[in-house]
């Protein structure tokens, strides 16, 4: 990297969604909605509050269209490091992986937040459509990364061991159950020599539980809701 002038000060942000936002936003305006353009605040993808389940559906209908221009951040052959399972050491692992970024859409939480006044689309629709939208990011996502290490299994001439992460849980609002779906039909939408190349596993944290209910472990949850979309293998976990 060259050193910046003297004086100045460079900024580097990385942005996945540029093309993402500029094409949605065309659709938006063409559609003839004003004020309802996506943008992103704080690295955060910010929706728009429609006035109606007319100008929801448009804005739903042009972030599907334009899903396949989300830019993938990947970053590979990274050393493994960190710290055992038992957090008790460091890993004396020495092999390197892959990784690929990605984030999940905030409901009714940070830049999103709701609270409507609005008797044609009130809080309830507008929460239906946050989650539609952050549905649309999720598959996008789990679908680029499930397609890229297909690509580079083929080029290895080796088939690739793939760990999904549960995207959107916690803070961001988003149901389990909708990053579980998210996560079927990304491997749904690989091609079948695609999908052969792949060992795909969900990941949980161990210690977890799901938002729904404090009683029901993450692992619990989503081994589960794989089963209900017919994507286990193996037993899972049950306690």
């Not at 305006?29 to 004020?35: D, N, V, Y």
């Not at 001439?157 to 039909?185: D, Q, S, T, Y």
């Not at 404090?214 to 306690?239: N, S």
Request: proline share 5%; glycine share 8%.
């Amino acid at each position: 990297m060259l050193p910046a002038p003297s004086g100045l000060r460079m900024r580097w942000r990385i942005n996945a969604v540029d093309v993402f936002l500029r094409r949605v936003n065309a659709a938006i305006l063409e559609a003839g909605l004003q004020g309802q353009k996506l943008g992103v605040t704080n690295g955060y993808l910010t929706m728009p509050t429609p006035k109606s389940a007319e100008a929801a559906a448009l804005i739903l209908e042009a972030c599907r269209a334009h899903a396949h221009t989300l830019r993938p951040l990947v970053m590979t052959g990274v050393p493994a490091c960190g710290l055992r399972p038992d957090k008790g050491a460091f890993s004396s692992c020495t092999h390197s992986t892959h990784l690929f970024y990605a984030s999940a859409v905030p409901i009714n939480r940070y830049t999103n937040g709701i609270g409507v006044v609005c008797k044609a689309f009130g809080d309830e629709d507008v929460q239906k459509f946050q989650l539609h939208v952050a549905e649309v990011v999720l598959v996008a996502q789990y679908y680029g990364a499930l397609q890229i290490a297909a690509c580079r299994a083929a080029a290895a001439g080796r088939k690739a061991k793939v760990f999904l992460m549960p995207l959107g849980g916690g803070v961001f609002n988003n149901p389990w159950e909708v990053i579980v779906k998210a996560m079927a039909l990304a491997a749904e939408l690989l091609a079948e020599e695609e999908h052969s190349r792949l060992d795909i596993k969900a990941l949980a944290f161990h210690r977890g539980t799901s938002r729904r209910t404090e009683d029901v472990p993450e692992r619990v949850m989503l081994t589960q809701l794989l089963r209900r979309h017919r994507k286990l293998a193996g037993g899972g976990c049950e306690t």
